[in-house]
């Protein structure tokens, strides 16, 4: 049977219980600030936004985007590799017969829930064919609708680039 302990409190002191010390003490810590950042405002670090924009690390996963083959085709063959391994199942690829024996499938839709993503990058150390990246150094802008947050192939191939890689996905 559990056992109850009863726990005496600390009774304020005499200073405590006027309350007037207390409040001129925060009135002394309060006033302290605001003359330091009015005077001393070159030392808080405040960045002055939107008007300076923070550089993002070279390695930030930004939004995704589909790169292109040396014809303009999508370089995406179709694999589900990406959509396995992302964590949260928020790929969803519709392939279709690319009628070339060399590649056979392409993505006749292409989509991601951004709202879903978590930007773990899986997608893109999971394609084999350089198909997919995220260094596009933009992250999702904020809409109303739940709908534009679902980028789909052209939008991802608008914020493409040709690839130059020539392993996997058979480069031209
Ligand atoms: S970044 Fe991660 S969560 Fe987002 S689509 Fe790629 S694998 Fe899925
Ligand atoms: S892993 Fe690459 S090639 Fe395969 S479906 Fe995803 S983007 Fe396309």
């Not at 990406?82 to 949260?88: F, I, L, M, Q, V």
Request: proline residues 5%; charged residues 25%.
């Amino acid at each position: 049977m559990a056992t109850i302990q009863v726990k005496r409190r600390d009774g304020l002191s005499l200073a405590e219980k006027l309350y007037i010390p207390e409040v001129m003490r925060g009135m002394v810590v309060t006033t302290r600030q605001l003359v330091k950042n009015v005077f001393g405002h070159q030392d808080i670090a405040t960045r002055q936004y939107p008007e300076v924009k923070k550089a993002y690390p070279e390695r930030f996963r930004g939004r995704h985007r589909l790169t292109w083959r040396d014809d303009g085709s999508v370089r995406c063959v179709a694999c589900m590799l990406c959509s396995t391994a992302c964590p949260a199942n928020c790929i969803h690829i519709v392939a279709g017969d690319r009628g070339d024996e060399k590649i056979e499938k392409y993505p006749v839709s292409f989509e991601i829930d951004l709202l879903v993503c978590v930007y773990c990058g899986m997608c893109v150390e999971a394609c084999p064919c350089d198909a997919i990246r995220m260094d596009t150094g933009t992250h999702p802008m904020p809409s109303f609708s739940r709908d534009k947050q679902r980028i789909r192939k052209v939008q991802l191939l608008e914020e493409g680039l040709p690839s130059t890689a020539r392993q996997g996905g058979l480069g031209t």
